[in-house]
């Protein structure tokens, strides 16, 4: 089969490689679509990841396809079947999974490898997150399942209410899925960026203001007039940066909440005012990742159509132009790319 193979800092090469085995429980599915995302953007400016990839290596993480083989075991999959898959899956037996924390498993087991023509599915994964998706949902809307269950968990966490003003700082692909999220909720949506076309795309996605912090003097003052002058209900930090880790808390007012889901650098800090976090009594909260759960919900979603996909994938490429869909990530040219790998 032909596979993207990761061996270094913005070193990949397209390749001839054997097609996966199938191992009892597993599943071998024939990959029609993959999107970029950010967290692949990254393992391709690093050459590798520590916790997941260490090249030489397939990758890619957003997915689906059609059931290729089946091995012994599996009942609920056949050959043919569409099918989507989520990027990991918890033990359900170690002490954060038996108090209900998935995505806190000591234990999670990762899945790499979609920007190949095959991937193999692994037992655990088959049986808690692969699902079968409805005849008029597409390949490549499909493979949104795993951002969407991501900022689902992150919404979920939020306690939204209808009415309720909410900013998102970041309007890259999981701000964007935020800012849908938001609105299904019935907020008042506030989206921050300092790209422009990604404030388009904002806009596209149903935000009822957009702030360019580049264009402002102060961003935490402008989101505190946009609500009222008090800040808002809810804060989502979708950047990965503590500096605006710092902004979100600021933007929010008193009794709100707080959710930090981008994912900063290894080793960094941020500070926060113990005076307004007591006397305000905020609820700040981190949130990572996703749960059989949430993907389960997520999928709901796209099929009901609740999910607008044509502001999350903005184009489409074969196998062979993958570094130059990365590199548009990059550069933040359009959200996300579908590779097609047939
Ligand atoms: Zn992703
Ligand atoms: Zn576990």
Same mark, same amino acid.
Not at 78 to 94: D, F, H, L, T
Not at 295 to 324: D, F, Q, R, Y
């Given at each position: 089969m032909k596979a993207a193979i990761l061996y270094g800092p913005k070193d990949v090469r397209l390749e001839e490689i054997g097609t996966p085995k199938v191992g009892p429980g597993e599943v071998l599915v024939k990959i029609e679509a993959a999107l970029t995302c950010g967290t692949d953007a990254k393992v391709f400016l690093r050459g590798g990841h520590p916790r997941m990839i260490t090249p030489p290596a397939v990758f890619g993480h957003e997915f689906a396809g059609v059931v290729e083989k089946v091995s012994d075991g599996v009942e609920r999959f056949r050959a043919g079947m569409k099918v989507v898959v989520a990027n990991s899956a918890p033990c359900?037996?170690?002490?954060?999974?038996?108090?209900?924390?998935?995505?806190?498993?000591?234990?999670?087991?990762?899945?790499?490898?979609?920007?190949?023509?095959?991937?193999?599915? #692994?037992?655990?994964i088959v049986k808690q997150n692969m699902h079968i998706i409805h005849e008029d949902l597409s390949f490549k809307e499909a493979s949104l399942l795993e951002p969407l269950a991501c900022a689902l968990h992150g919404i979920e966490e939020a306690n939204i209410t209808a009415g309720d003003t909410v900013v998102i700082n970041g309007a890259g692909p999981i701000g964007l899925l935020f800012i849908q999220l938001a609105k299904l909720k019935g907020a008042y949506v506030i989206s921050c960026d300092m790209v422009g076309e990604r404030l388009d795309m904002a806009e596209k996605s149903g935000a009822d203001e957009i702030v360019?912090?580049?264009?402002?003097?102060?961003?935490?003052?402008?989101?505190?007039?946009?609500?009222?002058?008090?800040?808002?209900?809810?804060?989502?930090?979708?950047?990965?940066?503590?500096?605006?880790?710092?902004?979100?808390?600021?933007?929010?007012?008193?009794?709100?909440?707080?959710?930090? @889901?981008?994912?900063?650098? #290894?080793?960094?800090?941020?500070?926060?005012?113990?005076? @307004?976090?007591?006397?305000?009594?905020?609820?700040?909260?981190?949130? @990572?990742?996703?749960?059989?759960?949430?993907?389960?919900?997520?999928?709901?979603?796209?099929?009901?159509?609740?999910?607008?996909?044509?502001?999350?994938?903005?184009?489409?490429? #074969?196998?062979?132009?993958?570094?130059?869909?990365?590199?548009?990530?990059?550069?933040?040219?359009?959200?996300?790319?579908?590779?097609?790998?047939?």
């Amino acid at each position: 089969m032909k596979a993207a193979i990761l061996y270094g800092p913005k070193d990949v090469r397209l390749e001839e490689i054997g097609t996966p085995k199938v191992g009892p429980g597993e599943v071998l599915v024939k990959i029609e679509a993959a999107l970029t995302c950010g967290t692949d953007a990254k393992v391709f400016l690093r050459g590798g990841h520590p916790r997941m990839i260490t090249p030489p290596a397939v990758f890619g993480h957003e997915f689906a396809g059609v059931v290729e083989k089946v091995s012994d075991g599996v009942e609920r999959f056949r050959a043919g079947m569409k099918v989507v898959v989520a990027n990991s899956a918890p033990c359900n037996q170690c002490f954060y999974c038996r108090r209900g924390r998935q995505s806190l498993c000591e234990d999670l087991l990762f899945i790499n490898g979609a920007y190949a023509q095959y991937v193999n599915i #692994p037992s655990r994964i088959v049986k808690q997150n692969m699902h079968i998706i409805h005849e008029d949902l597409s390949f490549k809307e499909a493979s949104l399942l795993e951002p969407l269950a991501c900022a689902l968990h992150g919404i979920e966490e939020a306690n939204i209410t209808a009415g309720d003003t909410v900013v998102i700082n970041g309007a890259g692909p999981i701000g964007l899925l935020f800012i849908q999220l938001a609105k299904l909720k019935g907020a008042y949506v506030i989206s921050c960026d300092m790209v422009g076309e990604r404030l388009d795309m904002a806009e596209k996605s149903g935000a009822d203001e957009i702030v360019n912090v580049s264009e402002v003097d102060d961003e935490v003052e402008t989101v505190r007039k946009l609500s009222g002058g008090f800040g808002v209900d809810v804060g989502i930090e979708a950047v990965g940066n503590p500096s605006v880790w710092e902004k979100t808390v600021s933007m929010v007012r008193k009794g709100g909440t707080v959710i930090l @889901f981008g994912g900063c650098a #290894p080793g960094t800090k941020f500070t926060l005012d113990t005076e @307004f976090i007591h006397y305000g009594e905020l609820t700040v909260k981190g949130v @990572f990742h996703h749960t059989p759960y949430y993907v389960e919900k997520a999928l709901k979603l796209l099929h009901l159509g609740k999910i607008n996909t044509s502001c999350l994938i903005t184009g489409e490429m #074969p196998l062979g132009k993958l570094e130059e869909a990365l590199n548009k990530i990059i550069s933040h040219q359009g959200v996300k790319t579908a590779i097609i790998p047939w």
